[in-house]
Structures are given as C-alpha cells and as structure tokens.
C-alpha cells in the first residue's frame, strides 16, 4: 500500500531528512584515511542521539550498526567494524537513516578518500548525476517506469551498469514502504506517482558488471567481479508541480 503524506506530515520527514543530511555531512567533514569504519559509525550514532532521533538501521532486521559503510566493490549494507580501515583512495559509500518524532530520513553519499582514481572518480560523479536525472522527471503522474530509465540509460551511456539485485523504495513512518523504486526500467510503465508521495530513490552504480554477490555476514553485497561500486540516495517527496528532495 501506498501511502500519501498530508504536507504537515511531509513538513515533519523534512526534519528528519535535514538531519540525515546533517549525519552525512558531518561524516563527510570527518571521514579520513587510517579511520576505521567503526569510528565514522559511532560519530554518526552519537550525533543522531544528541539531535534526539533514532538511527533506523540499528536493529532493523537485526542489523548491528547506525549506518552501512560500503568500501570500494561492496556495492551496499557493508558493516562498519573496527577492522576495517579507510585507506588513501578508496570511495566509501555511507548510508544513513534517522527516525525524528515518528517519521525516516535515508540518505547515502559516497565520498572519495584523498587521491583516486579517474574510473572512480568518474564512477562516483555519474552515479550521482544518475539521481538527479532521476529527480528531474519526478512530478505529478510520472510513471516509476521513468525513474529507472532515466538512471539506467545516464549510467549505460557512460559505460557503466545498474544494479538490480536492490532498489529504493517508499518511505514514511516505515523505512521502507510501497512502491519499489528500481533503477532500471522502460519509460512510460508502472504505477504514477502521486503529490504527497516520498520515495527514495538510490542508484547502485558499478564500473563493471551489474551482477553483485551476498556476503556470509547476512548483509554486505559486493560486485561480482570486485570492480568498484558507488551508492548515492535521497528521500525525495512528490508535489504539484515537481519534487523536492528532503535530505539536501
Ligand atoms: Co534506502
């Protein structure tokens, strides 16, 4: 079931997404080669509990941490630990979600650690660029078909695939609502979208192939081929007349 938000109800998860936001920032500001994972998790942790929220991942489904911190070919959910060291070149996709007063923020960046390579900087630009080709179609009556095709076909042209193994997803009081929001698709198909529904809408862009492998932890996904990975999500709510995203 789909449900649409009252705009008092969308002005509550703009709270929650601008706290989000702020975790990722903060993360982002912090985030240095010799860290571990584990470090970037508890900055995370803390301040979300400071700003009186809940982090959402914690517990979700049994999940043991605040965020997912997604090093290089693990595409998504990498558990933060504290053997897992950032290292000069690596692109470190972070995923964050907070609970404020009831209502989910969830938001994922990827951050480049000193110098990379151009393939991943490359990597981690399209994939957002994939986002916002995404954004710009979102309105009233937009099929979901032409969310998919917009970050498919951008990610495609630059030589790179989509991953279909996950997808984004609605969002509210529950991190994960109706409809699903894949990153493939053909224009014109599925459901429309409506004013006062909020997705969020998180392409999983890889270098190489877009098959990806489940890790014996219950959680990390990594590419197949171990080539690298970038992940980048915002929740977005429809409107009238376009979209407005909450975790900017
Ligand atoms: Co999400």
């Not at 492998?213 to 970038?230: E, I």
Request: overall charge negative; glycine content about 12%; charged content about 25%.
């Amino acid at each position: 079931m789909i449900t649409i938000k009252t705009p008092a109800e969308i002005a509550l998860m703009r709270e929650s997404g601008k706290l989000t936001r702020d975790v990722l920032n903060l993360i982002g500001g912090s985030i240095r080669a010799g860290m571990t994972t584990k470090e970037l998790d508890k900055i995370a942790h803390d301040f979300i509990r400071e700003n009186g929220a809940y982090p959402s991942f914690l517990g979700y489904g049994g999940y043991p941490a605040s965020t997912c911190i997604s090093i290089n070919e693990t595409v998504v959910h990498g558990i933060p630990s504290d053997d897992i060291i950032v290292r000069d070149g690596d692109i470190v996709s972070v995923d964050v979600g907070t609970i404020l007063d009831g209502w989910q923020g969830d938001a994922a960046r990827t951050f480049i650690v000193g110098e990379t390579t151009e393939e991943k900087k490359k990597l981690v630009k399209v994939t957002e660029e994939c986002f916002f080709k995404a954004f710009a179609c979102l309105k009233d009556g937009t099929p979901l078909g032409d969310v998919g095709y917009n970050v498919q076909s951008h990610a495609e042209a630059n030589g790179f695939s989509v991953v279909r193994a996950l997808v984004g997803h609605g969002i509210g009081k529950e991190m994960h609502e109706d409809p699903s929001v894949p990153n493939y698709g053909r224009k014109g198909t599925g459901i429309r979208l409506k004013a006062g529904m909020v997705i969020a809408i998180e392409p999983m862009i890889n270098a190489g192939v877009y098959q990806v492998d489940f890790m014996p932890d219950g959680w990390g996904v990594k590419t197949r081929d171990r080539r690298p990975s970038a992940h980048y999500e915002n929740t977005v709510a429809i409107t009238e007349n376009g979209a407005e995203i909450l975790t900017l």
